[in-house]
């Protein structure tokens, strides 16, 4: 596995919850630098772009979870991680995390994360 993602779950609207996704050594070392990003996709929706943030750390996020998420990496381990805040229900969805290097991409396993109202 590439990207092995974790973190997901079941929360309560309103509480926060942190996914992260650690990537091999062979496309880290590889391929680095890499451009980290999670995607989402809700259940009979298509898969969108949650946050993003660059080798050299500039982040972008869409505009639904701005002020609420912040994404991260941390090159040394490895790992992209997003910390959710203020979840809401319509944050329901399977979160991937993503990697990128030219025409290079990588995609993790997706792990659930359902928000309850």
């Known amino acids: 596995v590439q990207l092995q993602a974790s973190g997901g779950g079941l929360v309560q609207a309103g509480r926060s919850l942190k996914v992260s996704c650690v990537a091999s050594?062979?496309?880290?070392?590889?391929?680095?630098?890499?451009?980290m990003a999670w995607y989402r996709q809700a259940s009979g929706q298509q898969r969108e772009l949650v946050a993003s943030?660059?080798?050299?750390?500039?982040?972008n996020y869409a505009g639904s979870v701005k002020g609420r998420f912040t994404i991260s990496r941390n090159n040394s381990r490895k790992t992209v991680s997003l910390q959710m805040n203020s979840l809401k229900p319509d944050d329901t969805a399977v979160y991937y995390c993503?990697?990128?290097?030219?025409?290079?991409?990588?995609w993790g396993q997706g792990t659930q994360v359902t928000v309850s109202s």
């Open positions: 943030i660059t080798s050299s750390g500039t982040t």
């Open positions: 050594r062979a496309i880290f070392s590889v391929f680095s630098p890499l451009d």
């Open positions: 993503n990697a990128k290097r030219g025409l290079s991409e990588w």
